[in-house]
């Protein structure tokens, strides 16, 4: 079920596009000519670029310090405005007279007058464009001209070749002006900071003089007095003390801790004594003679007893060298660190008596000292500062270099207008507007457009479909297809469920004058004629009767004399040339008189030929507006409802629904009439048949 209503959901809007191709094409036509027009209308724009390098800021050659390449993100973004700049753009249009050539050639130089100027500015600057290539630090500067149309392939060219050359000479310009500035500024505070060292100079030496405080210079400019130098030469000789007892007091105490062997052993690497040294080589040398002789020899042997006196001879000494090491090492200890307390109680001494003198007299005079090498060293900074920019500023830097030069573009290499594009945009534009303009239409329009609206709006079944352009069926050049519409609409009566069983009699009426109802009923009842139904037409249309004019006979006498009782229905009917199908004529009446219909004969008519027909036909009027409908629709069994296809808005159907039902009557269907066979057929006669259908069925 979802389904069928997703596919009648796009027919509809198929047939929306199909009913208003008129607008659709009409539409689409005009813009695609105008777009035409305009696009061979249009100037040729030709384009030019050149390639620029950008750089920071930077000597081409790194003389007393190297560059740290450091990233700005907003570097290249800041490049692009200044390219784009007032006064870029403005000091290229006087350099190449600009102003002058695009005046000429827009005409408005004359016109404007000085103001002519501003114009050119915005001209050229609405042709700019810049683009930077991506992970390098190349722009392309785009020019885009139409003008003047002679040279305008030459000077697009040289214009972009002009931006950059601005761009960079503005920019040297300005950097070198930066720097010219700050380095006058640098000056400025070399001067200012050379006579604040010259005051401070003065004022230590007034407080020298004051004081009556020696000083000295150690060098490299530096002054101190002569108690300084003192306390620093003892605390230099302090150090040094403390260092050489420290050691001494390490020998001493690993001296102490050794025993005898061990300290014979260490001694000739502890204190270095060559006596020592001798005596331990020689004992040693005893030993070994000892043992040779022991071997050989007895233990009282006489050699073997001098060998032995003269070791233990040997080993006295040993120990007596050994004993005055210990005594030795001691001594050395004692006499240093007797040297250091000397020393240090004299730089205690000393330090008191400096930090007296500072108390009393040295304190200003330092602070002095030490204010003046503050302001010396920042005037020693500010002139090697000053000495290196000078010498920097007289080396090259090349923020800006032009890579690429613009050229020329060829005759047929323009940008604009693109003619092809254009045109498919004219197209695809023409088709959006056209279809829009259709929906629009369509959402205006509030005339009856499909089965859905009769059904939806006015709760009423559509019994029958009728094509555009059909003819009367005894007309000339009617074609026989026409005749199944009718068919179907006879089947659809037949069997529908309000018709009452013996019901004969039908009014068939309409809204509005011209939906079609005549020409509705003459070919129904030519329908039901040919198909053995004995069938009458009553043109009981009395203000404008058209059904003697199909049948192509006079309406001498008809329905108007019967009702004022000049002559008898016999008299009155008419056998046609279709078999089956009689015709009573809406007859003539007198000017001015009115409201034939309300005669009580009116009942006993319709009666009347109620028994003598199969079926009935009634040519009504339009029941809005005119009374003889209303008072015929009460006297027969039913009427059909005839309403044109988008021609009169929903509310006249509407209207004509209520008022046929408001008279009481059985409103049958209602017969769409006019449908475009080309557009619409198939779909209404779609549902046609599935009217016809559901009817049979319900008879079923």
């Known amino acids: 079920m979802a389904e069928t209503q997703d596919t009648l959901h796009f027919l509809d809007y198929w047939r929306v596009i199909r009913t208003r191709k008129e607008i659709i094409i009409a539409i ?146 300005r950097s070198r002006e930066a720097t010219e500035r700050a380095l006058t500024a640098l000056q400025e505070s070399l001067q200012e900071q050379e006579r604040k060292v010259e005051a401070a100079a003065s004022e230590v030496e007034r407080i020298r003089q004051e004081q009556k405080i020696d000083v000295y210079s150690p060098g ?77 020899l007895g233990q009282n042997h006489p050699d073997v007893m001098r060998l032995k006196a003269r070791i233990d001879a040997q080993n006295e000494k040993i120990n007596d060298a050994l004993e005055g090491l210990k005594q030795g090492v001691k001594a050395d200890y004692e006499a240093e660190k007797a040297s250091y307390e000397i020393i240090q109680n004299e730089l205690e001494d000393m330090k008191a008596r400096e930090r007296r003198a500072e108390a009393e007299q040295y304190r200003d005079f330092e602070r002095a000292q030490a204010e003046l090498e503050r302001l010396q060293r920042i005037r020693d900074g500010l002139e090697i500062r000053n000495i290196q920019e000078q010498i920097e500023m007289q080396i090259p830097r090349t923020t800006v270099e032009v890579i690429a030069h613009a050229k020329p573009p060829e005759a047929g290499d323009y940008v604009s207008p693109k003619k092809l594009l254009n045109i498919i945009l004219s197209v695809l534009v023409g088709l959006a507007t056209g279809v829009g303009l259709a929906f629009f239409v369509e959402y205006l329009d509030t005339s009856v457009k499909t089965i859905e609206d009769v059904e939806r709006d006015m709760n009423v079944p559509v019994l029958g479909v009728i094509p555009q352009k059909v003819l009367p069926f005894i007309a000339e050049g009617a074609e026989a297809s026409h005749m199944e519409p009718y068919r179907v609409l006879r089947t659809n009566i037949q069997f529908s469920k309000k018709l009452k069983e013996g019901g004969r009699a039908l009014c068939i009426t309409s809204g509005s004058v011209g939906e079609g109802k005549t020409l509705t009923v003459f070919n129904l009842a030519y329908v039901c004629a040919e198909l053995g139904d004995r069938v009458l037409i009553v043109d009981s249309d009395l203000h404008r009767p058209r059904q003697h004019k199909i049948f192509g006979l006079p ?113 049958l269907g209602v017969v769409l009439n006019n449908i475009n066979i080309s557009r619409d057929y198939s779909y209404y006669y779609h549902y046609s048949y599935h009217y016809y259908s559901k009817d049979r069925e319900r008879s079923a």
């Open 28 to 173: 689409s036509l005009l813009v695609v000519v105008t777009g035409v027009l305009i696009t061979f209308s249009m100037p040729r724009v030709y384009r030019a670029s050149s390639i620029i390098q950008v750089k920071e800021e930077q000597p081409d050659v790194d003389v007393f310090r190297d560059e740290i390449m450091r990233f700005d993100p907003l570097f290249l973004r800041t490049q692009f405005e200044i390219i784009q700049s007032r006064p870029v753009i403005e000091e290229v249009i006087r350099r190449r007279e600009l102003n002058e050539k695009l005046g000429r050639a827009y005409g408005y130089l004359e016109e404007l007058g000085p103001r002519s100027f501003e114009q050119t500015y915005k001209i050229l600057a609405s042709s700019l464009r810049v683009q930077h290539y991506r992970d390098t630090n190349l722009i392309e500067i785009q020019v885009d001209l139409s003008e003047p149309k002679d040279t305008v392939r030459e000077e697009v060219a040289a214009v972009a070749d002009e931006i950059a050359v601005v761009f960079r000479d503005l920019s040297m310009r």
């Open 555 to 667: 309406r001498t006498v008809g329905m108007a004399n019967v009702l004022l009782g000049e002559c008898t229905i016999e008299e009155a009917i008419v056998e046609t040339r279709v078999p089956n199908l009689s015709f009573l004529p809406s007859g003539k009446v007198a000017s001015g008189v009115h409201g034939l219909l309300d005669s009580r004969q009116l009942g006993s008519i319709v009666q009347s030929l109620r028994e003598r027909f199969d079926y009935v036909f009634f040519d009504a009027p339009p029941i809005i507006g005119v009374s003889d409908a209303s008072l015929l629709v009460r006297e027969v069994d039913a009427v059909l409802l005839v309403i044109q296809h988008r021609k009169y808005p929903k509310t006249v159907s509407v209207r004509a629904r209520d008022m046929i039902h408001n008279l009481g009557a059985t409103l």
């Open 220 to 296: 490299m400019g530096a002054f101190g007095t002569l108690d300084k130098m003192s306390v620093a030469q003892l605390e230099a000789m302090r150090i040094r003390v403390r260092t050489e007892l420290a050691r001494k007091e390490t020998r001493y105490r690993l001296i102490q801790g050794l025993t005898s062997e061990e300290l014979l052993d260490a001694a000739p690497y502890v204190v270095g004594d060559q006596q020592l040294a001798a005596l331990v080589a020689e004992k040693r040398m005893g030993e070994v003679d000892l043992n040779q002789m022991l071997q050989s």
